[in-house]
Antibody, heavy 120, light 107 residues
Framework: EVQLVESGGGLVQPGRSLRLSCAAS????????MHWVRQPPGEGLEWVST????????AYADSVRGRFTISRDNAKNSLYLQMNNLRAEDTALYYC?????????????WGHGTAVTVSS | DIQMTQSPSSLSASVGDRVTITCRAS??????LAWYQQKPGKVPKLLIY???TLQSGVPSRFSGGGSGTDFTLTISSLQPEDVATYYC?????????FGQGTKLEIK
């Protein structure tokens, strides 16, 4: 079964850091680009970041560029999101998602998300 | 950046109705358009990619249309289980922007 399981969310004070992880299984992880998408409470979906299969191409939303770092470890079938200098507006459910074959493609597998709350 | 605008933001329809949701891109995106369904409290689910291709396992009452800047998601006969928020997403290039969502309810 194809599966993505996020972890690492929690309550954090503004300005602090958090590292999210996503464990993949059931597919050849290093064949696909991977993505982070977030959803603030009661709001819509917002793309956060994309990393190509070999980490050669990385992209970020303007709202997180310079504060967040996406990475992956293909040997561990894992995706990460290092989030620094967190702000209240980063509060959201963070989803890890697998893309179809292109670097930028439709997202065909989603994890259940990990909740991040930034508050003092 | 290319902006994605969905309409309407919400709609209410009766079981059995034909429902159409529209997504407009601020620039041409060929057919690099996906549709997702997110039921209340659930994870988003891919319905359609390439503007018109139905994802495996998705009921055939869902269909996608359009190319360039104007796209549609149509439910041919609305079912109670279709209550959800629907999002379009363009993926021709970064940023792969989502539309703001269309909340679909049953009358």
């Amino acid at each position: 079964e194809v599966q993505l399981v996020e972890s690492g969310g929690g309550l954090v004070q503004p300005g602090r850091s958090l590292r999210l992880s996503c464990a993949a299984s059931g597919f050849t992880f290093d064949d696909y680009a991977m993505h982070w998408v977030r959803q603030p409470p009661g709001e819509g979906l917002e793309w956060v970041s994309t990393i190509s299969w070999n980490s050669a191409t990385i992209a970020y939303a303007d709202s997180v560029r310079g504060r967040f770092t996406i990475s992956r470890d293909n040997a561990k079938n894992s995706l990460y999101l290092q989030m620094n200098n967190l702000r209240a507006e980063d509060t959201a459910l963070y989803y890890c998602a697998k893309g179809r074959p292109l670097l930028y493609d439709a997202l065909d597998v989603w994890g259940h998300g990990t909740a991040v709350t930034v508050s003092s | 950046d290319i902006q994605m605008t969905q309409s309407p933001s919400s709609l209410s329809a009766s079981v059995g109705d034909r429902v159409t949701i529209t997504c407009r891109a601020s620039q041409g995106i060929m057919n690099y358009l996906a549709w997702y369904q997110q039921k209340p409290g659930k994870v988003p689910k891919l319905l359609i990619y390439g503007a018109t291709t139905l994802q495996s396992g998705v009921p055939s009452r869902f269909s996608g249309g359009g190319s360039g800047t104007d796209f549609t998601l149509t439910i041919s006969s609305l079912q109670p289980e279709d209550v959800a928020t629907y999002y379009c997403q363009k993926y021709i290039s970064a940023p792969p922007t989502f539309g703001q969502g269309t909340k679909l309810e049953i009358k």
